[in-house]
């Protein structure tokens, strides 16, 4: 039975774009509808900017970084600043959470014990570096005093996807205001409403007019603006390595803006015999379904040794059974809709595709039968490296099983993709551990352990699943241009 919501589905007026601190209708006067994925119903309409509003955009965020207060704001002023974000995203905790599932469909008790905690995290992380960010003084030949200086890189675009809205938003804007740049920031089309009221809270937080802008829009326009735009200084990218490609493109034909990209995945999860096998395919299930499968990590290709592979099967099938499907906004919902009719689209298109080549679909396959875009938990077993659904990243709840007889044949097998944005080994073998987590070409490899995420934790793609890191000690060299200044002595 339903379980009475505490926090219910929130009433949203339309709104507007939010540039050099104030809310404005678009440029053209256009809006678009944001959708409830759970129901298919317009939430509200939103202004829909393009090159125009972007411009206006670049320009204030231009004037922000360049005068006062800004540009002359101490680390520790704009520490103090992201500080106080943080601690307005955690007094707002529930209605960011509504948000977040009203607008993506994700479960409440995901978006408020995940999404908003670990967004309020990542803020409160940047804060601290904020007046740490510092350069070296280096000894060179002669009479000379050099030092370098780590200056922020300037205006930054800032374009993100749907999956995590708030959490995104903040491994972009808080290594970005730690360094002391300016933002615009185009959400995704289909999950604008937690940017804007986050933009409503950093004012209220105090950031000056003009260091945050937020304009949604579509990607062919709003973001192919914010790509090509020759007064942006870097653009910082989260989506699927197609955009991204296209993104760099745009960048090496403007203005050479330095380019951030975390992109796809088809991350290998590779369970050995010696492992605490229940504990390793209870994870195994989270690692793939957690979100809907809508994870850039997913861990969509687990790879199980020969002589545990029958078990493994049959415990995540078991919990593909148990998983309660339903009302984003009932607490015991762990799985909601896809965020999109075409999303929901393109994972149906790959099941088939499952079917098709030979895959033998143990449990799920076929749509929810209720309103909204909701997806059963599929699971394929049997899956060789050649059918699409192991290549390709399908970004739902489709798990491929597959299976491996060695140590040698499953580092290959985990390698064998174009992406590298995760991978994970189960073993209680420490030899073994730590033969596989070097030989893995993925960002991130997780031991033992799935979906660990830390503000603190570089994170970022090998191959084509991405270009620089975020997160981390990492994050800022990404968002800081270094000078060297070499001073005559003496003279
Ligand atoms: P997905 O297919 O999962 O939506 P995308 O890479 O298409 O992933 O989208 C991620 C983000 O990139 C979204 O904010 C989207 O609007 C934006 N985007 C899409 N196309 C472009 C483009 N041509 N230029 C810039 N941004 C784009």
């Known amino acids: 039975m339903a379980s009475a919501p505490t926090i219910t589905p929130?009433?949203?007026?339309?709104?507007?774009?939010?540039?050099?601190?104030?809310?404005?209708?678009?440029?053209?006067?256009?809006?678009?509808?944001?959708?409830?994925?759970?129901?298919g119903d317009c939430i509200c309409q939103v202004a829909e900017g393009d090159l125009a509003d972007v411009d206006l955009a670049v320009s204030a965020a231009r004037k922000a970084l360049e005068s006062k207060p800004w540009a002359r704001l101490s680390g520790s002023a704009r520490g103090r600043l992201i500080y106080k974000l943080a601690d307005l995203i955690e007094a707002?905790?529930?209605?960011?959470?509504a948000l977040e599932s009203i607008d993506n469909g994700k479960p409440i008790r995901d978006s408020l014990h995940v999404d908003i905690p670990g967004t309020a995290a990542t803020f409160r992380y940047f804060a601290g570096?904020?007046?740490?960010?510092?350069?070296?003084?280096?000894?060179?030949?002669?009479?000379?005093?050099?030092?370098?200086?780590?200056?922020?890189?300037?205006?930054?675009?800032?374009i993100i996807p749907w999956n995590f809205p708030a959490m995104m938003l903040s491994w972009k804007w808080a290594p970005a205001l730690a360094a002391g740049c300016t933002i615009v920031l185009k959400p995704a089309e289909q999950t604008p409403l937690s940017a804007l009221r986050l933009a409503e809270l950093a004012q209220e937080?105090?950031?000056?007019?003009?260091?945050?802008?937020?304009?949604?829009?579509?990607?062919?326009?709003?973001?192919?603006?914010?790509?090509?735009?020759?007064?942006?200084?870097?653009?910082?990218?989260?989506?699927?390595?197609?955009?991204g490609k296209q993104i760099m493109k745009t960048a090496a034909e403007t203005n050479l803006k330095r380019v951030t990209l975390e992109l796809g995945g088809k991350s290998p999860n590779i369970v050995f015999a010696d492992a605490d096998v229940e504990t390793a395919a209870k994870f195994a299930y989270h690692a793939l379904?957690?979100?809907?499968?809508?994870?850039?990590?997913?861990?969509?290709?687990?790879?199980?040794?020969?002589?545990?592979?029958?078990?493994?099967?049959?415990?995540?099938?078991?919990?593909?059974?148990?998983?309660?499907?339903?009302d984003p906004f009932d607490e015991k919902t762990t799985q909601g809709p896809q965020v999109s009719q075409q999303q929901c689209d393109t994972i149906m298109g790959y099941i088939d595709a499952g079917k098709s080549e030979g895959a033998d679909?143990?449990?799920?396959?076929?749509?929810?039968d209720r309103a909204g875009y909701f997806v059963e938990p599929t699971i394929f077993a049997g899956v060789k490296d050649d059918m699409k659904i192991a290549k390709e990243e399908i970004f739902g709840p489709v798990l491929s099983v597959i299976r491996f007889k060695d140590v040698a044949e499953a580092i290959e097998r985990a390698n064998n993709?174009?992406?590298?944005?995760?991978?994970?080994?189960?073993?209680?073998?420490?030899?073994?551990?730590?033969?596989?987590?070097a030989a893995l070409k993925a960002g991130t490899v997780w031991v033992n352990c799935y979906n660990v995420f830390d503000a603190a934790a570089p994170f970022g793609g090998f191959k084509m699943s991405g270009v620089g890191r975020e997160?981390?000690?990492?994050?800022?060299?990404?968002?800081?241009?270094?000078k060297s200044v070499i001073t005559a002595l003496g003279r």
């Open 10 to 39: 929130p009433k949203i007026e339309n709104k507007k774009l939010f540039i050099a601190g104030k809310w404005q209708d678009s440029v053209s006067g256009k809006t678009f509808e944001t959708i409830n994925p759970a129901t």
């Open 92 to 97: 707002n905790a529930k209605e960011l959470a």
């Open 129 to 158: 570096w904020a007046d740490k960010i510092h350069g070296k003084v280096i000894p060179v030949n002669g009479p000379f005093f050099a030092h370098t200086r780590h200056e922020p890189i300037g205006v930054v675009g800032q």
């Open 205 to 243: 937080a105090g950031f000056p007019d003009g260091v945050i802008n937020v304009v949604p829009g579509f990607g062919p326009t709003a973001g192919a603006a914010i790509a090509a735009h020759m007064d942006i200084d870097k653009v910082a990218f989260t989506g699927s390595t197609e955009i």
């Open 289 to 326: 379904f957690f979100n809907m499968g809508q994870c850039c990590t997913a861990g969509s290709r687990l790879l199980v040794e020969d002589s545990v592979y029958d078990q493994v099967l049959e415990t995540i099938s078991s919990l593909a059974g148990k998983q309660v499907i339903g």
């Open 361 to 368: 679909c143990v449990t799920g396959g076929n749509r929810v």
């Open 417 to 437: 993709t174009m992406y590298g944005l995760a991978a994970a080994v189960w073993t209680r073998d420490i030899n073994k551990a730590n033969k596989v987590s």
């Open 471 to 482: 997160m981390g000690e990492y994050a800022l060299a990404n968002y800081t241009e270094v």
